[in-house]
C-alpha cells in the first residue's frame, strides 16, 4: 500500500495500478539487464558504437521479455508474518501457525524422534524434493518430501558425519568414519573415495560436479565425481575444522577455523583466495546468501557477523552463539543453538537483519544442523534426537524454474536434466572470486614473469633500436669509421646489459636454491661430521 | 568517321550559302540580261579579264598560297585596311600602287583560291598598271590554263555576258558612288552577288572556307544576301535559321594543351564517378551496418529430381548433339514404342561401313605386330649402350612422371620399399654373390680399377639401400625390446624358474665382478684426505660385505628355485597378492611404514586397521623399491667411485627386474622372491635409514584437542545430558570473561596480522638489504668510510619504493582483518582474454559489452535468436548474386534500425541478397 500511495502522490498520468506496473517491470528489466550499458558516447569506431548499439538495444530487448515473463508466469509472492499492534512476529509459534495453514502445508510440522542412531544431520536436493538425513551412528536415509515416502534407510555401522546429494537425488555421499562413501538410492556403495581420508565435512558444487571435504587434518579435497579425477589436494595448515560452506554464487568453498579466520578456496590453487578474521573466537558455523554477497559466521566468542563479500566488511553484528547457520532462498537466516532454533530477517532491505521467528525444541535436544527447504517454506532440522520440521513462512522461493530445480520432476525429466548439466558442467577453474570477469581482460599487474623468448625479444628491439642511430661526425680526422663501429658495438651492449643482468640475477637465485636445496641433501656419512650445526 | 562528319555538316552548310547565293543570281539575272542587251561587246571587257588573270598569277604560284590566309589578320587590321581601299577608291592611282605593299605577305594565297578573294576583283584600275604587270602574264600563262580548267570551262558560255557585266558594274558603281556620295564599297554588295556566282564554283571543302569567313569585314551579311528573298516561300524559315545561328554562334577559343585536356577530363570524369558511386553509399552503409545479412531470398535450388534434370539436358557438344539426334530419332522411338524386332532392321550395318571397320582393324592388327616385331628385334640388341641409354630415358620419364603424378609417387615409393626390403632378405650387394666373393678371396688390391670401383659401388649401393632399414630399427628396436620383456614375463608368469635362475646367476656374476674388481685408491684430491680414506676403506668393508651376503642369498635362491621347481605352482594357486607381504613385514614394513607416514596421514591414526596398511603396502611396495633405487642412485653420485661401482651393480640387478618385479611380486608370490627383494629393500635403505624424516604430525592446538574430546564423547550428548536452556540466559559479561579465560593468550588479531605481513612478504618480497662484499668494489680501506655505492642505495630505494606501491595498491591493504590473494592462478588464466579484442578500445566498453549472457538459459526464447544470429545467413546451394542498385533512403532505415530489432533486419536484408560479397569492390573504387 505504501507503494501504491507513493505513486499517487507523484501525480503521474498513467492510472496507479499501470504506473504500478510499469515501475515493477522497470525494476525487473534492471535486473535482467544485468548493470549499466557502456557509455558509447565516447567510443571513437563508428562501426563499433553502431554494433554495440544494436546489441544494446537487443539486450534490452530481452531484459523486457524476461520481465514481462517474469510478471505475468511467476504469479506467487512469497508472504510472511506480520505482526499487529503489539504482537511480535517471533511470539507466533509453530501451533499457532499449524491453525491457520492449510493442510498441506500443516503437514510439514513434525518432529521424527529417532533417539538411539542420533545427532542427525540433513541435506535437501536443490529442488527440495528429497532430503538425506544421516545420524550419527551410522543410519542413512533418503526421504521424499513430498509424499513423506522413505526411500531407503541403511546402517552402515560406522561413524557418519556428514551426508550431501551429489547432483540428484539419485546418488549421495557420506562422509563415514574413514573415508566418505558415494552410495546410491538404492543403498548400493558405489565408492569408497578412500584418498579423502577421515572426512568431517562435504560439499557438493552442483554446476562443476566437484565433491569437495575437509577431513580431520585440515586437508580440503576436490574430487571430480564424473571422471573420479582429484582436482585439488590442499593442505589448510590451520588445523581441523568441521565448518565448510559452498558459496552458491562462485563455488567459492569457504572454511572456518579455530583461530577465527575464514578462508576462501578454489580447487586450482593451493593458497586460500581469501583468509579474513571473522571472529575473535573459533569459527563455529558458516552459511552464504543465495546471492553471494552475504556471509554469516558464529564464533566461539558468542558473536554472529554478517558480511559483505563485496567489500570485506562486516555488515552487522548480531549477539548469540550459533551451532549451525543457513540462509533461506528468499535470505532468511536461520540460527541453531543447543536446543533453539531463531529465524532472522531482513525486512527492511537494508541487510539490517532482526529478530523474525524462533523455535525451541523440546529439553535436551541439541540443535545440529538447520537446512532451509527449498522452494517451501520449511525448515529442517535435525537434532540429537532425530530431525523436526517447521514451517517458515516467507523462507522459501515460491516460484520455482524446472529448468533450474523441478520438485515434480519425473524420472524422464530427471535424466534429461543430467544429460544437461553434464553437458553445461564447468571446469574447476572457473571457480573465482568474482565470476563475473569471466572472459574479461585479465588485470595488467597479474601479469606473469615475462618469459624467456619475451625478454630476449625486447633485448633485441633495444638493440636494433641502438642499430638505427647515426652517430655523429667528429671534428675532421678524428672521424673514423672503426671508432663509430666500437661506439655502437658499446651502445649496444649497454642496451643489452639490463637484460642480461635480470636474466643472471634469475639464474644466480636458481642456483642459491639449488645449492641450499643440495644442502640440505645429506652428505656422506663420512662428511656429516664436518657439517656445520644448524643453529635452531 | 567524325572528320568526315564534320565535313559534311561544313558542306551543308555551305549549301545553304550556295542556295541562298543561286537564289540570288536567278533573281539578278534578268538585270544582268538587261545589262548585257545594253552592253557593247569590247575589247578593253576582255582585256580587263585577262588582267584580272595576271594580277593572280602575278606572286607566283607559291607566293600566292601565302596570300590566302590573309584573312587571318585580326578583323581590326583588317577593317583598317578595308578603309584604306575604300578610301583609296577615291584616286585609285595611288591606292593601286600601294595595296600590293600592304598584303605583301599576303602573296603566298593559293592561286586557285585567289578568284573568291573579291577585294580585288571590283577594282578595275588595274587596267592602269598594266605595264607593270604585263610581262609576267606570258610567263604563266600555261599555268593559269591549268589552274583555269574547271572554272574557265564554266566561264567560256559566259565569258561574253560576264566581261559586258563586269563594265556595267563598274560604270554602275561609280553612277552610284556619285549620286549617293558614299563610298564604292557600301554598293559592292549587290556587285558581289553576281561575282558570287563565278567564284563559288570551287568545290566546297575546308580549303576553301566561306566567303565571309575569308574578308571578314562583314561588309555583305546574311541579312543583306536574305533581303531580296522577302516575301518568296520559305523566307521565313530561312530567316529563322539564320537568326538562330546567329544566337548561337560563339568565338572558339583555341585548344588547351593536351595534358591541361586530359586533367580536366579526368576531373570531370571522377566528379561523375563520384557521383555515381555515392548513389551507392546508403545502400552499402546498411549492409555495413546490418547484424546480419541474410541470402535465402529465393529458396528455389532449381532442380530437384534426377528427371527433372534430365528432361532439362540440351546437348552441346558434337558428341552429345550426335547422340541426342540418335536417341531420338523417330524411327528408334517407334521402333521401341512397338516391340523389338524393328529395332534389328534398324541395326542394320551397310556394306562400306561393314567393309570400313574390317579394314580398320586389319590396318590395327598389322600396327600391332609391326610394332611387337619391334619390340623383338630391340629385346634381341645386345648393346650394353643401347640398353643403358633406354633405360635412362625411361628413368628420365618416369622421374618426370613422378614429379607430376602423385600416383606413380607412391607407386615408386612402394617399388623403393620393396626393393629395400629385398636388399635386406637377399643381401645381393653385400658382397654375397659368387663374383664378389670370388674378386674378395683374390684379394681386392690385386684387382683393377673397373672391377674395384665395381665393388665400391655396389657396397655403396647396399649402404643406400639398408640405410632406411638402420632407422627403422632404430625406433621399432625399443618395442622389440619391450615385447622381448613381455616374453620373457610371460614365461615368468608360466612359472618358468629358468628365467629367474638366470637372473640370479647374472646378478651373482655381477657382485662377484664388483667384489674381484681392485680399487685403487685416488691419490690427490679430497678423497685421498687420510679421515676419507678411512670413510671409503669402511664403506668399502660395509659393501662387500652387503655383496657377500647378496651373493649368499643368491645361490641360497638359485638353489631353491631348482629345488621346489615343483612346488611352486600349486603354492601360486593358494597365495593372494595381498598375503604376500605377511612374512616381509619383518624387515620391509619399517622403512615402508615411515615413508608412506609422509604422504599418508591415515597411516597415523590409531583407529587404523591392518588392511589398510596391507593395501597400501601393496601400493607402495613398487613405489618404495623404485625410490630406494632413485635415491641410490643420487646418493651415489656423491659418494665414492667405489661405492658407486659396487652400488651400481646392485642397482643394476635391482633395475633389471626393477620394471617386472611388481607384478613378478604379486604373481610369483614365491617366498623366495619376496626375500630376495626384501633384501634388496634392506639394502638400499641402509642409508636411507638415517634419511627417513619424521612424519610432521599436523600440530592441533589445544582447542581442537578439546574439540576431539567432544567427538569422543559424542555418545554423551546423544543421551541429551547438556543443559536444554537457551543459552542467552548466561550473564553476558560472565561469558566475555569465559571467553577471555578460554583464550587467554591467543591474540587471533596479533596472530593474524603477522600471517598477513608474512603472505604480504610473499607476495611481495622485502627487497633484499644491499651489502659489499669484503674486498669488492674497494680498493683500499679509505673507500669503506664512505659506505655503500649510491646506485646500490638507489636501487634499493627503488625496490622499496615499488613494493610499497605494490602494497598500497593491494585490494586489501585498507582491510586489516582481510587478506586477498594476489596469487595468480595459471589454470584460470584462459579464462581472461590478455589483450583487447580488436575493435575495443576501452577495456569498460568491452567488459561491459560481454555483462550480459547470450545463452538461450539466460534469455527468453524470443529474444535468443536475436541474440545469436549469424553475420550471414545463407542457405547451401544458394547462389550470391552481385548487389543491385536500389534506393534506399537512410534516415528511414536508420531509424528502422533503432525501432525495431531482427526481424526488420531480415526482412531488409531479404530484398537485397548477395550484397555483401558485391559492396566491397564498390567502396573500394570509391
Redesign the interface.
Known sequence: MGAKEENDAHGNILPPIEQEIVDELDTKVKKY????????E????K??K???A??E???G??AK??AK?EKWLMPSEGGYLEAEGVEKTWRIKQEAIAREVDILSSRNQYDIVL?EL??YTLDFTPSGRYMAAAG??GHLAVVDMKNMNLIKEIQVRETVRDVVFLHNELFFAAAQ??YPYIYNRDGTELHCLKEH??VLKLQFLRNHFLLASI?????LRYQDVTTGEMIGNFRTGL??TDVMQVNPFNGVVALGH????VTMW?P??A????????N???VSALAFHPNGHLMATSG???KIKIWDLRK??VVQTL???AKTLDFSQKGLLAVG????VQILGDFSGSQNYTRYMGH?M?????VGKVSFRPYEDVLGIGH??GWSSILIPGSGEPNFDS?VANPFETSKQRREKEVRSLLDKLP???I?LDP???????SA??K?KPTKQEIDDDMQTAAEAIKGITMKNKTKGRNKPSKKAKKKQELIAKAKRPFLEQQLKEEESLAKKKQKLSEQ???????QRFARKKTT | MKEKKKRNKKIDLCYSWLFAATINTIYSMPDEKRKVAEATASVKMKYNKKQKRQHKKHGGSGDDKRKRRGPRLPSSMRKALDGINSLNRSDEDIDSDETPDFYEYEEQLPQEESKKNRRFDPVENYEYELPENFKDENVLSDDDDDENDDSGMKRSSKQLGDDVEDEDDERHLRMLEGITGMPTTAFEGKKRKKNLIISEAYPESEFNPSRDVLDGNGQISVEDLLEPLQGKSGYSKLRKRMQQMHKKSTSVQAPLPKAEQEKLERKAVYEQSKKDITKWEPLVKMNREAPTICFDEDTNLGFSTVGAIASAFEPRTEFEKKMASLVNDDKVKEAHKEDGSKLLELNKISVEDYLWDRNHIAKMRSLLFRHELKRKRIKKIKSKTYHRLLKKDRIKAAAVEILMDPEAAKEEARKEEFKRAEERMTLKHKNSSKWAKRILKRGLSVQDEGTRAAIDEQLQQHALLTRKMNTTKDSSSSSDDSSDEDDADENSAGSDQDEASKLFAKAKEKTLKVLEEDDEVPNSGVLSLPFMSRGLKKRKEEAIQEAKLALQEYESSLKELEDSAGEENPRIGTTTGRMVFGPVKREAPVSSKKIKTDNYYGNSDSEDGLEAEDTDVGNGMNDDVQKNVKTDSVTLHEDSEVRDSVFKGFDDIVRDPGQKTSCDVAIFASGKWKKMKSGNEVDANIDKSTKVVEPSLPDHDLVEAGEESDTDSEGQMVDGILSSGPKTSYELPSQEELIRLAFAGDDVEEDFEKDKQEILNQENPVPEKPNLIPGWGQWTHIQQKKGLPSWMVDEHEKAKRKREEALKKRKDAHLKHVIISEKLDKKAEKLHTKTLPYPFTSKEVFEQSIRVPVGPEFNPATAVGALNQPQVKKKSGIIIKPIKFEEVNPHEKTEEHKRSGQKQKTNRNKGNGGKRTQVRPVVVKS
Open positions: 539487464l544485468r548493470g549499466e550499458s557502456a557509455n558509447l565516447v567510443l571513437q569506431d562501426k563499433l553502431g554494433q554495440l544494436v546489441r538495444q537487443l539486450y530487448k530481452s521479455a524476461a515473463i533417539p542420533g545427532p550419527r551412528k568414519k574413514k581420508g577421515a577431513n580431520k587434518f585440515g586437508q588445523g581441523r579455530s583461530g577465527g579466520t578454489k586450482t590453487m593458497a586460500p583466495l581469501v583468509k579474513m578474521l571473522c575473535q573466537g573459533p566461539k566468542e558468542r570485506y566488511e549477539p548469540g552463539h543453538t543447543g536446543s533453539f525451541s523440546a529439553k535436551g535436544y541439541q540429537s534426537m529448468w574447476p577453474e572457473t573465482m563475473t570477469k569471466i572472459g574479461a581482460v585479465r599487474r597479474n606473469e641433501g645429506e652428505l656422506p656419512s663420512s662428511l
